[in-house]
């Protein structure tokens, strides 16, 4: 029997975010190994015109929830959906709601936050900072409350190059910046985001940093622990390969791979693509639970979840392994290719110029408009490439994690516990694991039909002869300019290719 499923059983559970990706993997595996549990409380709002039981219905009728429900046939009862605005300072959580999860939480998972890297600063201090302080306020308040752990990101701290698994602290406290966010407007706001984030790269990764501090500023009494997973990816193996609901991480640019948008990334090939499967983060994330409560550390513990320093798998290699997945190559076989760890039609380290992506796209939107139908190619070709500029910093830097305290978690565990909450990323396949992932991307996220694979790699094969085609052309033209303008060009080309003497 697992200790650790075990110590769920007949728990009370708050989990925030649980409609997210992670929300939604984390609630599964609670329910498939301790089905016995008491409650879970989850805070919703409503969406889309869907009431609150709506939504639970609509998560719990995904294909994720299948192996769950046949270990928990009652799950919808173990469900209490709270409303709650996590945009609103009082959180918007009525009276009664608040009692009883005051009166009732044992545990406390603090999931969500807003992932968007180019969000405003003020909605990004809300989510991932003032949030998480009344969240934090609400534990303390908590009588039967035996952990709180709170899911950050192992890039809070990604300005610097070797992060340990302790709390560093940012230029300006955070209860400063929670203030000034109250009365500042959102033009001055955008004029001084520069200079408050300061090296780092975006309002995310600075805002997070800013909760870690108030985790451990306001925490007091409680028994906290902070987990830091880096890029989360598809399911591994819980409940099965490569589940995965939503574009972020890799998953847009293996989208945008698949459908022919993206032939190249601005890369370092070398750099370490430190993706993690979400199962290996939740297993984590429940092991840490049960550890801060049952054994109290004296104080707050971090947990880097992370896959670079023990298990590295490179951009350009991943690279290889989603092309070879598009066009069923064996991944032996491009691995074999020559220079494959350095170079690549797509994910590489060469320089493209925005105008090999804009202009198929131009000239598609004026065939479209031509045949009478709505452009469409050239808004989405500029949402891809801020995305991919957004990704930038992050797929051409490599990070050194400490992970002592992740291993020494991993020591306690008893040989029953490392099999079913298995967060050793040293046992993970990378070949496999992308495999799944992209066609778990094509199954589970695009609900494609998988018999149209084979009409999907024809698809992508003529996209790819056009895409080559284009950057001919785009050459040659190049080069008949420069050989108009250049007698150096024209000498060149004269001693490459020297005229006949008739």
Request: charged share 20%.
């Amino acid at each position: 029997m697992s200790t650790i499923a075990a110590f769920y059983g007949g728990k009370s559970i708050l989990i925030t975010g649980a409609t997210g990706f992670l929300g939604k993997v984390l609630m599964e595996k609670l329910f498939r190994t301790s089905p016995d549990l008491k409650v879970i409380y989850i805070l919703v709002r409503p969406k889309a015109g869907q009431t609150l039981q709506q939504r639970v219905v609509q998560i719990l009728n995904s294909k994720l929830f299948e192996k769950a429900k046949e270990v928990c046939p009652n799950v919808h009862e173990k469900i209490r959906a709270v409303y709650a605005d996590l945009n609103q300072n009082d959180l918007a959580i009525s009276k009664g709601d608040m009692q009883e999860l005051l009166s009732c939480t044992n545990i406390v998972f603090h999931c969500a936050a807003t992932v968007r890297f180019n969000d405003h600063l003020r909605h990004a201090v809300q989510l991932n900072v003032t949030a998480t302080q009344k969240l934090l306020l609400m534990a303390s308040q908590m009588p039967k409350l035996e952990a709180f752990i709170h899911i950050s990101t192992a890039f809070s701290n990604c300005n610097l190059k070797h992060i340990d698994e302790v709390i560093y602290p940012c230029p300006v406290e955070p209860k400063k910046i929670i203030d000034s966010m109250e009365w500042l407007d959102d033009a001055i706001i955008d004029e001084i985001t520069p200079k408050l984030i300061g090296d780092q790269p975006n309002t995310y990764t600075y805002t997070k940093a800013l909760g870690e501090m108030v985790v451990q500023q306001e925490g007091g009494n409680l028994n906290v622990a902070i987990v830091r997973p880096s890029i989360v990816g598809a399911t591994w193996q819980e409940p099965f390969p490569g589940w995965v609901d939503n574009l972020n991480g890799p998953s847009g640019l293996i989208i945008a791979t698949g459908k022919g948008f993206l032939r190249a990334l601005r890369a370092t090939p070398m750099a370490v693509a430190d993706v993690i499967p979400v199962d290996i983060v939740v297993n984590l994330t429940l092991a840490v639970g049960w550890y801060t409560a049952v054994q109290r550390p004296k104080s707050t513990l971090i947990y880097h979840c992370t896959s670079g320093n023990l298990n590295p798998c490179y951009w350009g290699k991943m690279g290889f392994q989603v092309l070879a997945t598009f066009e069923k190559i064996p991944f032996e076989r491009a691995f074999r290719r020559p220079n494959a760890d350095l170079t690549s039609n797509t994910f590489t380290t060469q320089y493209w110029n925005a105008v090999s992506h804009w202009a198929p796209a131009i000239i598609y939107d004026f065939y479209l408009r031509l045949t009478g139908r709505k452009p469409r190619m050239t808004k989405l070709m500029n949402r891809l490439l801020r995305t991919v500029s957004m990704l930038e910093y992050f797929i051409n830097r490599s990070w050194e994690w400490s992970t002592c305290n992740t291993e020494m978690l991993m020591s306690k565990l008893s040989p029953e516990d490392q099999r079913v909450f298995n967060f050793d990323v040293r046992q993970l396949n990378w070949l496999e694991y992308i495999e799944n992932y992209v066609l778990g991307i094509k199954k589970y996220l695009l609900k494609e039909d998988m018999a149209g694979i084979p009409e999907a790699k024809q698809h992508l094969k003529r996209l790819r002869n056009i895409h080559y085609l284009f950057n001919t052309a785009l050459f040659l033209i190049a080069w008949r300019l420069l050989m108009a303008r250049s007698q150096m060009a024209r000498n060149v080309w004269f001693f490459i290719c020297p005229p006949y003497n008739l």
